[in-house]
């Protein structure tokens, strides 16, 4: 069961990386995501698209179709809030 996201997918993707050993290049080299971006994902410096999210997490073995309702309802929650906030171009 993954933890709920509280401060944004970040620090989850980072916690659940090194649970398994894996650097930040064999987990991008995974997804097909640059090192450079998977870093900033991890650090909170950007937000990933939904899809990103997804295959970052079944990459590490989770996937959310699977997961408790708590955890989806907090991805959710999370999208929402993102979509809501302005963007600079």
Do not use: Y
């Amino acid at each position: 069961m993954l933890k709920q996201i509280s401060m944004g997918p970040g620090p989850l993707i980072r916690e659940l990386r090194k649970q398994q050993g894996l650097s930040q290049v064999a987990l991008a080299e995974r997804v097909g995501m640059p090192q450079s971006h998977l870093q900033k994902i991890e650090v909170g410096r950007t937000d990933p698209r939904t899809s990103s999210l997804v295959a970052l997490l079944q990459a590490l073995g989770h996937d959310l179709a699977a997961s408790d309702a708590n955890t989806i309802r907090t991805v959710e929650a999370w999208e929402s809030s993102r979509n809501r906030r302005p963007r600079f171009e």
